[in-house]
């Protein structure tokens, strides 16, 4: 299956024994000039690189205090050593979250701070060279930004911050990558990442509406570009393509349906992710987020929702009001922007949703807290809403729950091993060996409680599931959507199901 | 005044002023540095008063050391807050009266320098033993350690082996302060443990002990969660909105 070994499941977890540079072949395709271009990125290395990459690094510095602050007070305590899944997964020392800063770090010492300029051997102060800048496009794609580090270090120091400065820093001397750079340009071009186009979307929401209806008799909607409707819901384009992501999909409609709104999809904002996010670029990410803000006008709705997507709710709960707020045009009763999952489980709080939760009777369940909503995002108006509502929302649905290890799930969650811009196939041998840390929980629950299935409210953690899954002995379909239980339990008003249901109790 | 007098009456001015001056300046920047994103570490608190709360947890207890490694944080609590007893008894010899207070330190200062030379020499040893610290430590972490190691010992020594004249050492700072110097005793074991606490002092602002100032700039720690509710845009990022 591979020509690497695929990491082994422990019963415990152990801390893998360092082995330097078993990582060090790993590198992403790099962007040709085509894709770098549209993005305002040289497309190769230009002959004063040096000075290009050292002036961005100055001038990221004086415009991110995360940056500044997180490169000068890393006392080198190894709090953060084995927090890594790509560091468990791999064994390879410079994934130590605490390393792959000191990648950058050594060199912001040596052209910005005093100690580095006249003592470099002693604090570890190097000049920027090619193989820095390899190491640095190696490793600084070795790092799903999830933020699991920042959670143990006493400071807070947050690798994703250092990776998304380092991404910019290489953008700028024409080192871009390419699964990223030519995702932002289909954005840019057609709507989308899947680069898929207004009469396919149209194509596949018809269809979606067919379905439904063999299936339930009923007949429920999934617009597209109607004006004048409530709700802008915005999802991830993995949504209208593939299984499980589909499936979810259909459960938001559903979910639409039931609650009586009316809603709509984009074909201009028809991609929650924002891959500007991964690269560092705050003017690429703004960019990204403005189509949202241009397709809610353009269509005159009072609310946006969230579909499952993770980076995209980090983007969108933490940064859309300051990128492309204010977004005083929507109506403020409602959290702006509202998640899916907060959607719902409002619904199902009022006792407007009816579930039967025996339709998920065939499986059970654990979830999988996505990195990026578990430590970059918030749910529902309460600290730690992004943990219970979810839960909340499969508990309803499903009769069978069980979490996986504390020490896993919640802030402690770790990364599916495909986030931050990692999920393309020419990572397959880092996306692998970083999945084993959940996998390895998810053994747990497996061996404990007979755990069939593993649900999430990620495009990312969805697709990368689907993949690594069967390198670990599990099957690609058991990952779920988290609406596609909901959508499996809800028993919609005039449905064959409804029927059958109160045929049987009367 | 001695020659030695004379040096570290220079020595310590010098230090002072790149002390007080530099980690200003230090915090001037950080403090200046825009945060253009919120990104606090989640779940955060949506309260001003709860992030005054998470960071007093985090700068009192070491929160998040302690969730992450056993080791680290006992070692790192016990010369911490060994340190902090020790600092807060040395009051006695930059004070005339001496506060009343720290007279009820006096005692456990003593004692808190074994704490503080125990957690020093534990950290230090994880710097040996354990592969993945031991792959992370530069030479100026083992020095800090030794600087350190090398107050502690200097200080214990005079406490508790040979002792100085501490009226005349009390003299001598009370000297500093009022810029009038008085003589300094010369026993060896004070001219190093003040030689090595002016180094400290001179070293702390271009390096990583600036972790104690900079952690209360730690946006991940200091930021609320209140990203939508309100709008957190930094000036560099307005001029993108005016550009387009």
Redesign the interface.
């Known amino acids: 299956m591979a020509d690497y070994e695929v990491p082994k499941l422990n019963e415990y977890p152990i ?1 893998p ?2 082995v330097p540079d078993t990582m060090k072949h790993s590198a992403p395709f790099i962007a040709k000039e085509q894709f770098q271009g549209p993005l305002g990125f040289p497309g190769e290395l230009p002959d004063n690189w040096k000075d290009v990459a050292i002036d961005k690094m100055g001038e990221l ?6 940056l ?3 490169l ?12 890594c899944h790509y560091f468990l997964g791999t064994t390879d ?1 410079k994934n ?1 979250p ?2 792959r800063q ?1 990648l950058l770090r050594k060199v912001y010492r040596r052209y910005f ?3 580095g300029k006249y ?1 470099p ?4 102060a190097v000049d920027l060279t090619e193989e820095v800048l390899d190491d640095w496009y190696s490793y600084f794609h070795q790092c799903s930004q999830c ?1 699991r580090c ?9 690798t994703a ?1 250092i990776s998304m400065a380092a991404r910019e820093i290489l953008d700028s001397v024409g080192k871009g990558q390419k699964y990223c750079n030519e995702i932002i340009g289909k954005v840019y071009v057609i709507g989308n990442n899947l680069g898929l186009p207004e009469p396919a979307l149209k194509d596949t929401l018809e269809g979606l509406e067919e379905e439904i209806e063999e299936d339930t008799g009923v007949k429920v909607r999934l617009p597209l570009d109607e004006k004048g409707a409530d709700i802008l819901l915005v999802t991830p384009s993995a949504d209208f393509f593939a299984e499980p992501h589909v499936d979810g999909l259909i459960g938001y409609a559903k979910v639409f349906h039931e609650a009586g709104v009316s809603w709509t999809c984009s074909s201009k904002a028809s991609e929650a992710a924002n891959f500007g996010m991964f690269i560092g670029s ?2 690429n990410m ?1 960019k990204v987020s403005m189509r949202i803000r241009e397709a809610a006008l353009e269509l005159g709705v009072k609310r946006i929702v969230f579909g499952e997507c993770g980076h995209a709710w980090r983007v969108a ?3 859309l ?2 990128l492309a ?2 977004f005083d045009f929507l109506d403020q009763n409602y ?3 509202q998640h899916i999952c907060e959607f719902t489980n409002n619904l199902i709080k009022d006792n407007k949703l009816r579930l039967n939760k025996e339709e998920n009777d065939h499986m059970k369940l654990t979830f999988h807290d996505s990195c990026n909503v ?5 749910m529902g ?7 219970t509502i979810p839960r909340e929302v499969i508990k309803a649905s499903c009769n069978y729950f069980y979490d996986m290890p504390q020490d896993t799930i919640h ?2 969650t770790f990364c599916c091993g495909g986030g931050g811009g990692l999920l393309t196939d020419d990572l397959m041998e880092l996306r692998v060996k970083g999945a084993q840390p959940r996998m390895e929980a998810l053994k747990r629950v497996t061996d404990e409680h007979q755990v069939t299935n593993i649900a999430a409210i990620c495009a990312i953690c969805k697709s990368q599931f689907a993949k690594t899954l069967p390198y670990y002995g599990f099957t690609m379909d058991q990952i779920v959507s988290v609406h596609q239980l909901v959508s499996n339990a809800i028993v919609l008003k005039g449905s064959e199901q409804e029927a059958e249901l109160d045929g049987e109790t009367e | 005044m001695t020659l030695a007098t004379t040096l570290y009456v220079g020595l310590f001015y010098i230090a002072t002023i790149i002390l007080v001056v530099g980690v200003a300046m230090r915090i001037k920047k950080y403090a200046q540095t825009p945060s253009p994103l919120v990104i606090p570490t989640m779940p955060a608190p949506r309260t001003e008063t709860g992030v005054a709360f998470r960071m007093f947890r985090e700068v009192a207890f070491f929160e998040s050391l302690f969730r992450s490694n056993k080791w680290t944080w006992i070692f790192g609590y016990l010369f911490h807050f060994g340190m902090l007893l020790v600092l807060l008894r040395h009051l006695r010899y930059f004070t005339e009266p001496v506060w009343f207070w720290v007279n009820w330190v006096q005692p456990f200062g003593k004692y808190a320098a074994f704490a503080m030379v125990i957690g020093l020499l534990g950290l230090w040893a994880r710097r040996f033993l354990v592969d993945r610290v031991r792959y992370i430590s530069t030479p100026s972490d083992h020095l800090m350690l030794a600087l350190l190691v090398g107050i502690g010992f200097s200080g214990l020594g005079m406490t508790y082996l040979a002792h100085t004249d501490i009226v005349a050492v009390k003299a001598f700072f009370l000297g500093l302060m009022r810029f009038s110097p008085q003589p300094l005793p010369t026993d060896p074991l004070l001219m190093v443990h003040l030689g090595l606490v002016a180094t400290l002092m001179i070293i702390f602002p271009i390096s990583k002990l600036l972790h104690a100032p900079g952690v209360f700039f730690s946006p991940t720690r200091n930021q609320t969660d209140s990203s939508r509710e309100r709008r957190h845009i930094a000036d560099w990022a307005k001029e993108l909105e005016a550009k387009q």
Do not use: W
């Open positions: 801390i024994k360092l510095l004086g415009k991110y205090r995360s500044q602050v997180f000068d007070i890393c006392v080198h305590c190894g709090a953060c050593t084995d927090k020392p130590m605490v390393a000191e701070t005093f100690a003592f051997k002693l604090v570890g933020r920042s959670v143990f270090c006493p400071y807070g120091i947050d911050e705050y003017e703004r709960y933490s940064f009001n300051t707020g204010p959290p702006i922007p578990a430590r970059g995002a918030g108006q309460v600290e730690g809403g992004q943990f802030d402690a």
